[in-house]
């Protein structure tokens, strides 16, 4: 695929937040970048909004498996669907965020927003297509939740060529992450950006330290988020 050089696949790209108010706004905002950076097929993307929004009228496994792309699995249970993930995608940190959602078979309005939120995301992560945008994706989550997804997008981005887009009001928080910002200019112009990693680089002694059992095969996770939670006391 061909790009301008302000895009490379692989890369997670902030969008100014300044002027995004209604969720059309900000979804022309994102396909209108894409065009002008010459994107192939940019009208195939995957976006979850900040409220995490499901189909209603399916419950939380059912809105999972419609995007497995597995036609065998679609009417079985989520054991189908961690052991799709565990052998196709090979993403151990979505296996562990299917593990934090405790009522699959409810609907999304019986949900918990971060239950809901967290189907969301694994439902982007999950669709075909180059690019995702994501919509305040760490509102609703708690700390471990969101060290996973974090986790669970590094490996989707670096498996599937994937090209991520972030609007969220937590800029700082997000350029730890980030390649590069999106900035609309008032002449409808963009200009992107470089992130200044320096500023936001994570060290070994303040990243999360992660350890993978080898009986079990389980993920154990300290998080530089705990500190956080109980400072706030959350």
């Given at each position: 695929m061909?790009?301008?050089?302000?895009?490379?696949?692989?890369?997670?790209?902030?969008?100014?937040?300044?002027?995004?108010?209604?969720?059309?706004?900000?979804l022309k905002r994102f396909t209108q970048?894409?065009?002008?950076?010459?994107?192939?097929?940019?009208?195939?993307?995957?976006?979850?909004n900040q409220e995490g929004s499901l189909i209603g009228h399916?419950?939380?496994?059912?809105?999972?498996l419609l995007e497995s792309n597995n036609k065998s699995i679609l009417l079985k249970n989520k054991f189908s669907l961690d052991q799709y993930i565990r052998n196709k995608l090979k993403n151990p940190y979505l296996i562990e965020l299917l593990k934090e959602i405790s009522h699959f078979d409810c609907f999304p309005n019986e949900a918990s927003p971060e239950g809901r939120k967290i189907?969301?995301?694994?439902?982007?992560?999950?669709?075909?297509?180059?690019?995702?945008f994501l919509d305040s994706p760490e509102k609703y989550l708690d700390y471990n939740n969101l060290f996973l997804f974090i986790q669970a997008l590094k490996i989707s981005i670096k498996d599937n060529g994937l090209i991520v887009i972030i609007s969220s009001p937590k800029q700082d928080f997000w350029k730890k992450y980030a390649q590069k910002q999106i900035i609309k200019r008032g002449t409808g112009h963009f200009?992107?950006?470089?992130?200044?990693?320096?500023?936001?680089?994570?060290?070994?002694t303040s990243d999360s330290v992660i350890e993978m059992s080898k009986n079990?095969?389980?993920l154990i996770i300290h998080s530089p988020f705990d500190s956080i939670k109980k400072n706030t006391g959350s």
């Open positions: 061909n790009f301008s050089k302000n895009i490379q696949i692989g890369e997670i790209l902030l969008m100014d937040p300044s002027q995004e108010d209604l969720l059309p706004n900000k970048f894409l065009k002008t950076e010459n994107a192939p097929n940019y009208s195939k993307f995957s976006f979850v399916l419950t939380l496994i059912q809105n999972l189907t969301a995301l694994m439902q982007g992560l999950l669709k075909n297509g180059p690019y995702l200009w992107v950006t470089p992130i200044e990693q320096k500023n936001y680089h994570t060290s070994k079990a095969g389980q």
